[in-house]
């Protein structure tokens, strides 16, 4: 087992119970430079937290091609007015490109290959420069993530990935958000619960989990940054 690896299973054991910020702080304080926040832009709530233990953190925002232009807004507000470093990273082809090379809406017909191509391997490279990534994952969003640890080992990356809201409710959400006017992606008051790829996301209906409009109707549940 690596050093950091050691170091990751361990601060997740003590910091189990901290609060955010407290993660965050010790994320910050152990990483410096080699830690970043990533963001898909639903909230900006852990770059709000982050910013307030390290200002000036890089936030990455991955850009598949095919966001919701309220989802480019929200990124664009965030690098205005928050003190964070927003890094924007995209894929390896545009669009078009990958519907010239697999077909058109390669989303419909495999999305575990477009996610693999418009999200996993972006993330790869992107991470290659830190040692540590924090993310907004939260336990109650859904059983594929009630396991989630506050500070854990990515294995696949071979680096320490840190949640500091894991714990938190959504309701513990809202309130933040509230408290503090954190940005917040638009379409979260117009049905949308969870946001990610315009065609892989609809609005959820009443009684539905936060996750039920990622991928409706396929077996997908994830795509595979956090698998
Ligand atoms: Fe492709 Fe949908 Fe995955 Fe986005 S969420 S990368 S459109 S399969």
């Known amino acids: 087992m690596s050093t950091l690896e050691q170091l990751a299973l361990r601060a997740g054991r003590e910091l189990e119970d901290a609060p955010a910020l407290e993660i965050l702080r010790w994320a910050a304080d152990t990483f410096g430079e080699r830690f970043c926040v990533t963001s898909s832009m639903e909230d900006a709530v852990v770059a709000h937290l982050a910013s307030r233990v390290s200002p000036g953190v890089d936030v990455v925002f991955l850009d598949t091609g095919y966001h919701f232009p309220e989802t480019l807004g929200t990124r664009d507000a965030v690098e205005a007015v928050m003190d964070v470093r927003v890094l924007t990273l995209t894929p390896a082809q545009t669009v078009a490109e990958q519907d010239a090379a697999y077909g058109p809406r390669l989303h419909d017909r495999d999305p575990d290959l477009c996610c693999a191509l418009r999200k996993v391997r972006p993330l790869e490279a992107g991470l290659a420069g830190y040692d540590a990534w924090a993310t907004g994952l939260r336990r109650d969003e859904s059983p594929t993530r009630a396991h989630t640890p506050v500070v854990g080992w990515d294995a696949r ?63 997908k549940t994830e795509c595979g940054l956090h698998g």
């Open 157 to 219: 990356r071979g680096k320490v990935k840190i949640a500091p809201i894991a714990r938190w409710t959504q309701d513990d959400v809202a309130a933040y958000i509230a408290e503090h006017g954190v940005l917040v992606n638009p379409l979260l008051t117009d049905g949308y619960a969870s946001i990610g790829c315009a065609p892989c996301t609809r609005r959820v209906r009443d009684g539905e989990d936060a996750r039920a409009g990622r991928w409706a109707g396929l077996a």
